[in-house]
Every structure is written in C-alpha cells, then in structure tokens.
C-alpha cells in the first residue's frame, strides 16, 4: 500500500522513505483518474531498512518462526518500553490470550475489561470461557474509568467473587490512569493486564503503558504506529510468566528429544522474517511519534476554531502519541453530526472512521453485564477519527482540513436560509 494515496506508485528518496509529495506529482503526470486518489486512515510507513534485514534474514535461511531476528526484537523491543522480558507473536490477539491464560481466567470466570475498544480485545476472554463485564470510560483520557472500576471490583469482593483479571485498554495512543487503575486492582489482588495496541510510545508518567500491570501487549498489525504487516508482543517483568508463555506459544512442547505435550499449546511465535522487518520499524519509533503529533497539531490549528468540533484530549499524566487524531462534533453547532461528514470526506476520497462501538453495543456481546456506558456510547455516537498517517504530507493535511471546514461551510449557509422569516420579510418577499 502506498503512503498515503491508493493507485500512487511510492517515490523514494534519498533516505530511503516514501515521498508523498512527489508521490501525488506522479499521479498527476500518469493522469490517474481523482476517483483512484484516497487519503487512507493510518497507512504502513517504512522507514526504508525493512527491505535490507529482511533480506539479511532471507540469506541467512531463517526463514521459520523463530531465528537472531525474533530474538533481536525482543530484546530491542524490551529495552524500548522498559520492561524485563518480551515475548514476539503473530498478533495482539494472541498475545492478549496468553496474558489470560498466565492470569489463571478459566471457564465460568469473570474478566473485567473496558467497553470503548476494539472487539480483539474481548475475544481472547471469550475464548476461555470466561465472562466480560464492560467498564465506560472517563472524559480525562477516554480510558477506563478508575471509579467505576473501583465500584464493580467492590461489589464483587462483597459478594466473594471478585474476577481473574481487569483487562485496561489505552485508546488512540493515550495511557490509562494506572496510578488509580493499579491501585484499586492492587486492593483486592487482581491482577491487570494492558492493552496497550493502540499506545506504543505513549507515556505515564515517564513510563511506558504497559509495563504497570502483570503483562502488557502491543500490536503490529498494517495499521498501527509501527508494523510488522502482524505480529504483536507480550512483555512483563515476570520471567516465569514469559518463559511458560513462550513455551505455549510454541505448541507446548515438552523439553526431550522427541515430542511430547504435557498442555494444550498455540502456533502463536512471530516469523523471523518479519521480526526483521519489526527491527528496522522500531528504530524509527520517536520519529514516527513526532510525525503522528504533528498531524495532530496541524489539525488542531486549522480546525480548532470550528464551533461544536472538538478533539480528543491530552491527559496531563503522560505523552499521547496521537495515533490516530480523534474528533467529537456537537451536530447543533457544527451543524452536520459524525456520519454526514464522515461520508462527506469519503466522496472527496478521504478515509474517516468512527470511533469505537462499544462493547456493550455490540450484537455479539449483548448477553454480558456493562458498568456504566453512556459516556463511551456518546463518544461513538459524536467521535470520527482522521488520517493520522506519519506519512502524510502537509497538503494531504490541508485537503482533509480544507473539506472539514468546506462542509462547516456548506451548514453554516443552510441553517442561514432555513432561519423562519420575519413579517417584513414575507411582506417584501421578491415576486
């Protein structure tokens, strides 16, 4: 996929990355039809060494799951957000699996999680048999709510049946409080694990999100803040919790020269090919990072004016990587809600989405109990994400900007004529 625009061939420059810029002057030289032309949501974005170590792993004849490079990775990876051990996978999803199954969540057990997230999140506590319980979010970092936390994991102690886990999720690139989220959990000794897909190079309070709870995974999926195209990472300062993980995730072998199988294990290891790929793309982190939030900033700049549009904030407890740039519109002053505009950047060829559904509205998890909800209900009924992609250049920026303010525009003059008429008006009125 191109960096920012389908049906353009990437140009590389001189340090190796794509040009948007003069990837759009190609376009324009081919001629290619302005329906072809699309400003995607969060792009891959290499960094131009991907190319080279893996090909260094293709020459090596690692080319099986496992190998220096996965190795490298992790150990990379670990040293990057401060945690102990790292563990690479095929995907988050796998990754949060193994974090439940260190956990000890089995059949019939309750798994408190937050509502405002992507569905991946949910599955692996379905997949063991075990119930979610849907946390809303607070208005501060659009994360789990501590209080409501504190409320569902009291009532449960009351009862004698507190849950395995607390699953905390950190949306957009922005960290959950865990001051408070680790505090309450530590109170009744539940064990935490982070999601933190969305929020590699985030921060809390100089810390990575992550690396607070029992385990914290990250993601590498085409779309996130770095890419392995899949894959994802379960860290922990916990060396036993890595080690039997990593053993699971290889099948569960047993130690001994020939194969034997004491426990059900998984086919969840990351490829050394693109664990290589994973190396290269971490090394770039910060830069990408600063790009994310330098999308964000032009936005906030040329939009930010707009009455009833509003961003997603920054909590005052850490960095927010700005992963995606999030908006909420109030459709009385904007006066076009998140679905109209959303379809109007679509017919321009730019690629909005809404925020999150929540989990307690989704048709598959209807059956479980929610705590809380309207919040995060709103944010989607409100919430759209912008192109966020690092590689965006400044005119992608001000095209999406510029049709944001155009459709304002376009309300603004029908909600001028549709005012009622005065008598002297319909007394003049033209013939």
Partial sequence: MPPGRAGVPA???ARGEPDPARAIRTWKEQSVSPEDIRIFLSPPHMSGREAALVSEAFASN???PLGPFVSRFERDFAEKVGAKHALALSSGTAALHLALIEAGVRQGDEVLVSTFTFAATVNPIVYLGARPVFIDSEPVSWNMDPDLLAEALEQRARAGRLPRAVVVVHLYGQSADMDAIIRVCDAHGVPVIE????AL????????PGTFGASGVYSFNGNKIITTSGGGMLVSDNGD?????RKIATQARDAGPHYQHSEIGYNYRLSNLLAAAGVAQLEVLNERVG????NFAYYENALGALPGLSFMPEAPWGLHTRWLTCITLDPAEFGVDREGLRLELEASGIEARP???PMHLQPVFAEYESVGGDFAAGLFERGLCLPSGSSLSEGDLDEVASCIRAVFRRAARRRTFALPRTAADLTHRPA
């Fill in 195 to 198: 999601d933190a897909a969305e």
């Fill in 201 to 208: 190079g985030a921060t809390f309070r100089g810390r990575a």
């Fill in 291 to 294: 790009m994310r939030r330098r």
């Fill in 355 to 357: 925020l999150w559904k």
């Fill in 11 to 13: 140009v590389i420059t």
């Fill in 62 to 64: 690692w080319i099986a």
């Fill in 241 to 245: 919790l890595i080690h039997h993980a």
